[in-house]
């Protein structure tokens, strides 16, 4: 077992080595960024597809839950396919894109009053859960939308990530 010191010029050579990875980095954000929005781009288009689809199949036929199925299914696929052919690293990311969205419609729905056929005497939980996942009941706020413009298009966002992290291919580590 040795206990060799490292020179002074092994470790100048690693910090150079790590001050060019980082610019290597810093020049990369504007095309991972432009990868994102693709991605984010593509994930929103295949759930509002799959929502004009439902349209014309009449929407009161079609369940709550089925849809929040297929929000999520649809895009998992897409997603899949998509990262297949053009292999990105950004492709997964677009999760957060869903959760930040949901958390932003979360905070609109919790300052928003409440009155007769609007959540009427609900607590924070119950206009949470009314507007976005109860699948019997509505609670009147913002027109009992709270699915289309919350839940629906979060689950797709959250399922093409989850869709392109499994096509993604495994990359060897570097040793």
């Not at 799959?50 to 895009?75: D, N, Q």
């Not at 609007?118 to 709270?146: R, V, W």
């Not at 413009?149 to 993604?168: D, E, H, V």
Request: glycine fraction near 8%; proline fraction near 6%.
């Amino acid at each position: 077992m040795s206990t060799e010191i490292p020179h002074d010029n092994d470790l100048a050579y690693a910090d150079e080595e790590l001050i060019l990875e980082d610019r290597i980095n810093a020049a990369n954000l504007g095309e991972q960024a432009i990868w994102v929005l693709i991605h984010t781009v593509v994930a929103i288009g295949s759930w509002v597809v799959m929502m004009l689809v439902i349209t014309m199949l009449k929407p009161e036929s079609i369940p709550v839950l089925i849809t929040l199925a297929l929000s999520f299914g649809i895009p998992f696929v897409v997603g899949n396919i998509f990262t297949r052919i053009k292999q990105n690293d950004m492709a997964p990311y677009t999760w957060l894109i869903g959760l930040i969205w949901f958390l932003i419609i979360c905070l609109w729905i919790l300052d928003m009053p409440t009155g007769p056929n609007q959540c009427y005497h609900c607590d924070a939980s119950q206009k949470i859960f009314l507007t976005f996942f109860s699948p019997t009941e509505e609670g009147g706020l913002i027109d009992g939308e709270g699915r289309l413009i919350g839940t629906w298009p979060a689950a797709a966002w959250i399922g093409y990530g989850i869709g392109s992290r499994f096509a993604l291919k495994k990359k060897p580590r570097p040793e």
